[in-house]
Structure formats: C-alpha cells, structure tokens
C-alpha cells in the first residue's frame, strides 16, 4: 500500500459531476470549503484550491458500513483486520464512515468495553466511525443504568445476538431488558436473529453423526431458524416499543416478518450484505476446504434467496447493505476447523467490494436505480444510526465525505489487489464496471489514484444522535 501525507485542502471544487443522492439526481458543482459542503448549484462562478473534473462522473456520498468487525476476538482468534486495514479497504471502496461493534466481554462493564475498542482504534483511523454496543451481560442492575447512559456518549444502537450459544449469545430476558432500556434512552436495538438453542442441538447431532466438513455450518443453521429469531425479536420489541433493526437478513423466512411489521408501520428495519446477493450454500461445499471460506452467520442460503433479497432491497423490506466484514485467513485461521467446522471462525472480508458489486450487479442489471443504491449504501444506513444530514448525503453543511465514481472504470475484484489483509477475496474473479475514482474524507483526499493519501490518525470518531435525532453538521470529537 502506498501512502503519501495529507495536505489538508482549504477549497475544492468539483465541477460537472451528476450527484446522486437518495431523493435526487442532477448535474452541478460542489464547492467544498474547510471540511463541508458549501454550496451546490450549476455553473458556480467561484475560485478554489484546487478544481476537479467530474464530466461523466457520478458524485456519490461517501457510503457508510453500519457492521463491520475489525479487530475482533471471535472462534478462538482475531480477525485479520485491523483499523487501520480494515479502514484503508473500505476507503478503496468508497466507504468514509462505518460503525463497529465493541462487544463486552462477559462481566465486562460497557466503560471498559469501550475504552478497550476506543484503544483499537486510536492512532490508526483512515475514516470516520462510530461503535455500536453488542451486549453480552446485563447480570448485574448497574449495567441496565450503564447501557441507559450510552447514548450521552454517542452509543446509540445496542447490538444483540440471539445466536452463538455460550460465546455471545442472551437469553431472551436480556434481549427484552435491553429492548425496554432502549424505549426510554433513545437508542436503536440490534438483533442477529437465530435460534441459537436449536442449532446448538443440531450442531451436536451432526458432529455426533461425524458430520464435519464446512457444508454443515449452513446446514446446521437453517433459514426456518432465522425467520423464528427474527419474528420473536419483532415481536418483543413490539412490547418493549424500541425501534428494532434487523442484521444480515439472508432468506425469506427473515424478510417477511420484516416486511409484515413495516407494512404495519411498526418500527422495524432490516439490512442484508453484499455476500448474501451472491454467495449460495453451494460455495460451503467447494472441495478441499475451500468452503470454509464462505462460513460466516448466518449462512449463504440457497440462490433462489438472490431474487428474495433484490426485491425486498427495491421495496424497502429491507433498508441497508452492509458487509458484515469479519475478515479471517483462509491459510491459518479458517483452518482451524479443518477436521471440525464448529472451529471455523465464522465471517468474511468485503468491506471494499459493497459498492462495486452493488452498483454492477444491482444498477448495471436493472435490480435497483441508482439513488436507490445511494439510499441502501449511505443515506439509510446515516438515518437510521444518527450521523444524518452531517454524513448519508450530499447537501450544503454535510461533511465532505464524497466519492467520484467512474460508472465505465473496468476492475476485477481479486485477493491479489484488494486493500484487506484477508488471503482470499469472496468475489475472486468477479469483472466490475464502474468503481471509485477519488474519495474525499472531510474534504481531504483519501484515495486518489489507487493510491491511499490520507494518514493513519485522520479518521475521527463520531457520537452518534439518538435514533431520530439529526446530527448537527459540526465537527466530530474526539471520544
Ligand atoms: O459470521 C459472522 N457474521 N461473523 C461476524 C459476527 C456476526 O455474527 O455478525
Ligand atoms: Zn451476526
Ligand atoms: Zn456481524
């Protein structure tokens, strides 16, 4: 990876482009000044730093990843990502802002689980970010108070997994207990939505059986057993009246109970990634071991789910792409499970490849329009977890967090060019039309070229509004 310093520009203007935006789609000139946006409009009779030609160009906002884990402690290893990789990946592929999950550790107040992500972070940052909180134990009373005072800090969204027994799986009492804190303190909860009692039996019949090899992750883990997951964590956040947002929405059995909740205008969303468009069970059974790489939760369905999760992302069943990016070596770490796929760290790397693939697969074949794809990629993903109207879009006052998208630029994802530290790429191969061209963090040039501009130290961390709440286009702090 080459770097080079960050000259922080005064004033940029970038002509001619057609800016896409969720509600909107027109050509104009955007001049940046000191971080923002400051005017917008067609033909602008200013003067700037520096001025760049974007005839042909689309003008994107810069896309948010609600779920990625970098850094992360999972399946008796550590995810291959750091911040600072992991960063630079997404910033390759047109992502300036992602929010992680800091997972507390068992008898872990919410304060140490913070300081310990904070850590993580510090010193490396390419882009901005915000944490969300996965909670783990709320045994203990102070714990209801701690997670009520998160949102103070700019922790608004709680995560929860209803799978992953003994590891980070709750009980249906903590999920509900977090539910109820969440009505009162203005935070958004998250579910991963299993059953983790059902396919814990199941995981135990097949090992018993001497059913080993990576196939039976998915086969483990069936769609039957998300729709149930995703059905009860809507129903009880129907009790407790939390917002709900549903993460990585794979099959049908999920998307409608998503979809019957929001026709009901209950508040519920839900989200699907960029693997699960693509990637089918049939990936788990690719010989010598190679499925392993395609072992994350839940699992790759079967391809007829591909048409069920386009239309739901066109009919706003669903609400957000994100990546889910977990990256772990195929040579290394997924090979620990090599005689048992229990021991495979579950996730994937893909923080680069979501708008490539979105836009060639989803604009390029007629699936979604192209603010529509704005919409699933940034502005939703800014709405719902607080950084709207200051990141999500392109208007005056918005952080200059844009991307200069060349819709004919030729590229082949492949491990052998990405930005991730991960050994393989799950779209290998995959011929794109259409990728990022320069990407503006602030106003500062993150990515030009092919090349990473900005340093280490210059992504900042975000205190996210409350769910609802607009975030005021004013600096980010630092924590
Ligand atoms: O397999 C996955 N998805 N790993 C990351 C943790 C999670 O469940 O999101
Ligand atoms: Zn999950
Ligand atoms: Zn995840």
């Not at 030609?53 to 884990?69: E, F, M, N, Q, R």
């Not at 769609?223 to 049908?252: D, F, K, M, S």
């Amino acid at each position: 990876m080459n770097c080079r310093d960050t000259v922080p520009l005064m004033s940029l203007l970038i002509r001619g482009g057609r800016i896409v935006i969720a509600a909107d789609d027109y050509v104009a000139d955007v001049l940046v000044d000191d971080e923002r946006i400051s005017l917008i409009g067609a033909g602008l009779d200013v003067q700037a730093d520096r001025t760049i030609d974007a005839s042909g160009k689309y003008v994107l906002p810069g896309c948010i990843d609600p779920h990625t884990h970098l850094d992360m402690p999972f399946g008796g290893t550590v995810t291959v990502d750091d911040f600072e990789s992991g960063q630079a990946s997404a910033a390759f592929g047109g992502t300036t802002c992602h929010v992680d999950f800091c997972i507390q550790a068992q008898g872990q107040t919410f304060a140490e689980a913070l300081e310990t992500w904070h850590a993580k972070a510090n010193g490396k940052t390419l882009i901005d970010y915000g944490f969300h909180i996965a909670v783990t134990d709320l045994r203990d009373e102070e714990r209801l108070e701690e997670l009520a005072a998160l949102p103070e800090q700019g922790i608004t969204s709680y995560k929860l997994f209803m799978a992953y027994k003994n590891v980070l799986q709750v009980d249906d009492e903590t999920l509900f207990r977090a539910m109820e804190v969440a009505a009162s303190s203005g935070a958004l909860v998250m579910v991963h939505a299993e059953n983790g009692d059902a396919i814990d039996v199941l995981v135990r019949e097949a090992l018993a059986r001497g059913d080993t090899a990576p196939i039976f992750h998915a086969l483990t883990r069936p769609p039957e057993l998300e729709g149930e997951a995703t059905n009860r964590a809507v129903q009880l956040a129907r009790i407790a009246g939390c917002p709900l947002y549903v993460v990585h929405v794979t099959c049908r059995e999920a998307v409608d109970p998503i979809r019957r909740a929001r026709e009901q205008g209950w508040r519920v969303w839900g989200e699907s990634c960029t693997q699960y468009f693509f990637r089918s069970i049939d990936d788990l059974a690719q010989p010598d071991f190679e499925g392993a790489k395609y072992v994350y939760s839940p699992p790759a369905r079967d391809a007829a789910n591909h048409a069920v999760l386009w239309d739901a992302v066109r009919t706003d069943a669903l609400s957000a792409i994100s990546t889910d990016h977990c990256s772990f070596l195929w040579d290394g770490q997924k090979t620990l499970g090599k005689d048992d796929f229990t021991k495979i760290p579950n996730g994937g790397p893909g923080l680069e490849d979501r708008l490539k693939m979105i836009h060639h697969f989803g604009v390029g074949e007629g699936r979604i329009t192209l603010s529509r794809m704005v919409d699933l990629l940034a502005t939703q993903p800014a709405k719902l977890f607080g950084l709207y109207p200051r990141k999500g879009t392109v208007a005056v006052g918005s952080d200059a967090d844009l991307v200069i998208f060349d819709p004919e630029r030729r590229e082949t994802i492949s491990a052998a060019s990405h930005h991730s530290r991960c050994d393989y790429n799950m779209y290998e191969g995959t011929e794109v039309v259409g990728a990022p061209e320069l990407v503006l963090l602030r106003g500062n040039v993150l990515v030009e070229d092919g090349e990473l501009v900005a340093s280490p130290g210059s992504g900042r961390f975000v205190r996210r509004a409350r769910f609802g709440e607009t975030l005021a286009a004013e600096p980010a702090t630092a924590p």
